[in-house]
């Protein structure tokens, strides 16, 4: 099976990432999760081979990609930034990608994120992060978001947004 991002949007993504990777697992044909485990780096992993998961959070905003193989997703809400944040994140290299708006810095900050968490690698200081060699990858971007995806399979074309709704009836029905 494909790599697949499941999103929801509630008052607190953070607290929404545990129950929508549940349902994303029985969505997606795991049926329960064991116990996570932990990278040395503090990412969630799923033992055994072949299932792979990376987890995003921003605002209200939760996802969850799962996959077959290493995957890394990134949300982030635009938003204003400092003026001298961009310097302090991007290399020469990568200033030349940005056109100089919020929503275009948001978008390759989610592509440098997502590249990170796809090979647990650190994401700070951002200037040090390596430029990623090809990898399959795709943007999405929302009304006051962006999401990236990084894996080794084919991006999904969209995201399959959960409702609330079926995100607690899932886990409240006896």
Request: charged share 25%; net charge negative; glycine share 10%.
């Amino acid at each position: 099976m494909s790599t697949k991002i499941y999103g929801v949007k509630g008052e607190d993504g953070r607290k929404l990432s545990r129950p929508l990777l549940r349902l994303a697992a029985q969505k997606y044909g795991w049926g329960e999760l064991p116990q996570l485990e932990l990278s040395p780096r503090g990412k969630p992993l799923i033992p055994g081979e072949g299932r792979w998961l990376s987890l995003s959070h921003s605002g209200g905003y939760a996802l969850c990609a799962l996959s077959e193989y290493p995957v890394g997703v990134d949300i982030e809400l635009v938003k204003p930034h400092r003026p001298g944040l961009p310097r302090y994140c991007l290399t020469e290299a990568r200033m030349g990608l940005w056109d100089g708006t919020d929503e275009d810095f948001t978008r390759l900050w989610t592509l440098m994120e997502s590249w990170c968490k796809l090979g647990d690698t650190p994401l700070y200081p951002p200037r040090n992060v390596p430029l990623p060699p090809p990898c399959p990858h795709q943007s999405y971007e929302g009304k006051g978001w962006w999401v990236s995806v990084c894996c080794q399979d084919t991006p999904p074309i969209s995201i399959e947004w959960v409702k609330l709704e079926e995100l607690f009836q899932e886990f409240t029905t006896p």
